[in-house]
């Protein structure tokens, strides 16, 4: 999601406060803004600057904290810990546990949580977590450190270094005279002296070996090359033939946020802020308790960043403000690279109390690195940030500020009062050396144009990451998996879902030109994009990403209006210089009495990025109303109608699978093949049959298995194998599959082809998984799929 449509749809409280300001403030003067500087200049008030203070003061704390309450949701969490026949329960009691962590008021109540939720990750086979939990337990001093130390012998049977500093530490804390303590005691300086006389290598050196085997490993060759014309502005080109499925670049984001949803209440984020793993048992910042890591590691080293973004999270600052939370985070991963810089222009007194000198010339040192994107990397801290300032702002037009974009003033402007008046940012990076360079007033203006840029680069340069996330306290399809003993699958499609996890800015990426026809693929892992050949690239053939509206996906019209909006130009691509719009024939419907093509109008968008209608239309809506032009005949889409009616009545007591199937075929006749709504009707059929299972048998199994692979083929088409979007219609496939094996219908007898096929090319394209999400696929389908795998 582009940056517009995150910070101007959420109505905020910020928002308010903008329009509240606008209203406020006199005429703007900004036809000579012809750069951030002068631009934070037209509203550089103080009674401007008074609002934006009240306006932080008067955010509310985002969390409570009380041990009173921390100590009853561990309770609750202990009584379920007590029930010991299923896995789920130990996933309830742990979840339990991580709520207690987040409302703790003092090291004592996070010693006990993060202690008891060390017990269950143990059980559930989260071992690494639960040594991280267990070390956390003491150093935040928790009263029983015997039982702490105990479980840390249980979890260090692969390393032996760990074992003997354990037992020692048990030792140390064992119970005078206790029977109990003195046998747990023996048993693991008994399991010492065992792996004493064993010879391994121990996990951690393990480790270092597999770093030693990757750093000996030559760097491959650059691919690419950076580029240059006027018409073309930066591009990039192979600088040798690039085969399809090729990997061509790799890189980290300069600096990535999570996506914050503004008005969605969650108990806990799940992602970590420094490494982009996702779906982790969160370590939480101990201040804030809402930034989120995968290990105290992970937190210590993302202080530097956190410490001045502490006090935003605890007063929900980053969800009023969306992704411009990422402009902020550039700021302060790229400033102290600027120190040096600003260093040499103290010394020069014609920089002096001169806040746009600076400025310019800051970005005049950046432009070292204009045309050297993919250059090594020097020893000069400065040079990524100096790709990152390199990058082009959209916020002008013909060197003209355009009046719409007002809005990122105001943020900026408030963002920099925040780092003055709530963090230390201020005091911390400006030096005897250089504080006297610019009055308060100065460095306000500097710092607030510096975070103006990044806006405007984030509104054409930022780049979603997307993983799948999982549903793990929310679906009963969970419940369905864990139990140990259960036969049957069938909760996959409910468990998974792609989503976007972070939003980063990746500057070397950032130079590839679009194509609404791109001809490279984007794969994951955690917080590194890599990018593969979608297709054979000759010698300087030019490498295109696609900047959201693809040919397959947006009509001629839509794509063009949305690069107009958002980037200020006009696609001039393969797919649209073509006169046919496959899109628009895709997504028509046949006349039931001529048969003749009626297609749907285009969506048009508003300076707000607002569409005519909304994407969740469920075909019911008016705007879905055509009339043939031939035979005059009125398509109110009655069929449609019926099936949504007839879903809706679904349960296990009344589902009729043939009933809705024939009303499913009759609502998406004459549709288009790769046609949206009838794919979404396709899944929510399949979410249907799957999650009535009584009610398919051997008679009728046929329909959801032509069903899934009918939604794979048109997610291939779509979106290619190699996407999230092909793997979540894989889900609705094998859980389709492990329902058919659960009934008899498929047996190591009568195997399907068809099925083994589709299946060997679903787990290929599970390479575009992070290590963890494959696990759990692969788990899944030797659980509930094994009949269809070929050893």
């Avoid at 399809?244 to 806990?268: L, Q």
């Avoid at 060197?399 to 402007?413: E, H, I």
């Avoid at 492990?738 to 047996?747: A, E, N, Q, R």
């Amino acid at each position: 999601m582009s940056l517009p449509e995150q910070t101007r749809n959420i109505g905020s409280k910020w928002d308010i406060v903008i329009k509240q300001m606008k209203k406020n403030q006199k005429k703007l003067s900004i036809k000579n803004s012809s750069n951030e500087i002068r631009v934070v200049q037209t509203i550089y008030e103080t009674k401007i600057k008074k609002f934006i203070s009240c306006f932080l003061d008067d955010l509310t704390p985002a969390l409570k904290k009380s041990s009173q309450l921390s100590e009853e949701i561990r309770s609750e969490g202990n009584k379920i810990y007590k029930r010991n026949d299923q896995n789920v329960n130990l996933f309830e009691s742990a979840f339990l546990y991580t709520l207690a962590l987040k409302c703790s008021e003092n090291d004592s109540d996070l010693s006990f949580a993060h202690g008891n939720r060390a017990a269950a990750l143990m059980r559930l086979g989260f071992n690494k977590v639960a040594r991280n939990d267990c070390e956390e337990a003491i150093k935040l001093n928790h009263p029983d450190p015997f039982k702490i130390y105990e479980r840390m012998c249980s979890l260090s049977n692969g390393c032996i270094k760990d074992m003997r500093k354990n037992v020692a530490e048990l030792e140390k804390y064992a119970k005078k005279g206790s029977k109990q303590s003195k046998e747990i005691l023996q048993k693991y300086k008994t399991r010492l002296k065992a792996m004493e006389k064993e010879t391994y290598v121990d996990d951690d050196e393990q480790e270092e070996l597999s770093k030693l085997t990757l750093d000996d490993k030559s760097k491959d060759e650059l691919k690419v090359k950076q580029m240059y014309s006027e018409s073309l502005g930066r591009y990039v080109v192979a600088q040798n033939e690039i085969k399809t499925d090729e990997i061509i670049y790799n890189e980290v984001p300069f600096a990535f946020v999570p996506v914050h949803n503004y008005g969605v209440k969650k108990y806990f984020n799940t992602d970590c802020e420094n490494c982009a793993l996702v779906n982790v048992w969160p370590f939480l910042c101990l201040e804030c308790r809402h930034s989120t890591y995968c290990s105290s590691k992970c937190r210590d080293e993302h202080f530097k960043i956190h410490k001045y973004e502490c006090e935003g999270y605890k007063k929900n600052l980053f969800f009023e403000i969306g992704i411009a939370h990422l402009s902020l985070r550039v700021l302060l991963a790229g400033f102290p690279s600027l120190i040096s810089k600003l260093e040499l222009l103290a010394d020069q007194e014609k920089f002096k109390k001169d806040p746009e000198k600076i400025f310019e010339q800051l970005i005049e040192f950046s432009s070292e690195f204009y045309h050297d994107y993919f250059g090594e990397n020097s020893s000069s801290e400065f040079q990524e940030y100096a790709r990152v300032l390199c990058l082009q702002p959209n916020l002008f037009r013909d060197n003209a500020f355009l009046l719409k974009n007002m809005p990122y003033v105001y943020t900026a402007y408030m963002l920099t009062i925040y780092l003055r008046e709530c963090t230390t940012f201020f005091q911390d990076f400006l030096s005897s050396k250089i504080k006297d360079l610019l009055d308060d007033s100065g460095w306000d203006l500097l710092i607030s144009a510096l975070i103006l840029r990044h806006i405007g680069q984030l509104v054409s340069n930022g780049h979603a990451i997307v993983d799948f996330r999982q549903n793990v306290f929310t679906t009963d399809a969970l419940k369905l998996m864990l139990l140990k003993n259960q036969p049957n699958g069938g909760g996959l499609h409910l468990l998974l879902k792609s989503q976007r996890v972070f939003t980063g800015i990746f500057p070397r990426i950032s130079m590839l030109n679009h194509s609404c026809e791109p001809n490279i693929r984007n794969v994951f892992e955690g917080k590194k994009l890599t990018i593969y050949a979608a297709n054979d690239i000759p010698v300087n053939g030019e490498i295109f990403n696609c900047y959201g509206p693809h040919w397959k996906l947006m009509s001629y019209q839509e794509r063009q209006d949305t690069l107009k909006l958002q980037y200020n130009f006009e696609c001039k691509c393969t797919k649209c210089l073509q006169t046919n719009d496959e899109y628009r024939f895709n997504n028509s419907i046949l006349c039931r009495i001529c048969n003749k093509r009626l297609f749907y109008p285009d969506k048009k968008l508003t300076s707000d990025g607002n569409d005519d209608y909304s994407d969740e239309d469920d075909g019911s809506d008016e705007n879905f109303r055509l009339r043939c032009d031939d035979c005059k005949k009125v398509h109110d889409n009655v069929h449609m109608k019926k099936f949504f009616s007839l879903l809706a009545q679904q349960s296990d007591s009344n589902f009729t699978m043939n009933q809705l199937y024939t009303t499913y075929l009759s609502a998406i006749f004459g549709m288009g093949s790769l046609d949206e709504i009838r794919y979404h009707m396709t899944e929510m059929m399949l979410h249907t049959l799957i999650t009535n299972r009584n009610s398919i048998n051997m008679q009728n199994a046929n329909i959801p298995l032509t069903l899934s692979f009918e939604l794979l083929n048109v997610k291939e088409n779509l979106y290619g194998p190699y996407s999230v979007e092909f793997l979540e219609a894989g889900f609705f496939f094998l859980d389709v599959v492990s329902i058919l094996i659960d009934k008899g219908v498929i047996t190591e007898r009568n195997n399907n082809q068809l099925i083994e096929q589709t299946l060997k090319k679903f787990l290929v394209s599970t390479e575009i998984c992070s290590s963890n999400i494959k696990a759990i696929i692969r788990n899944y389908i030797s659980r509930y799929c094994y009949v269809c795998v070929n050893e």
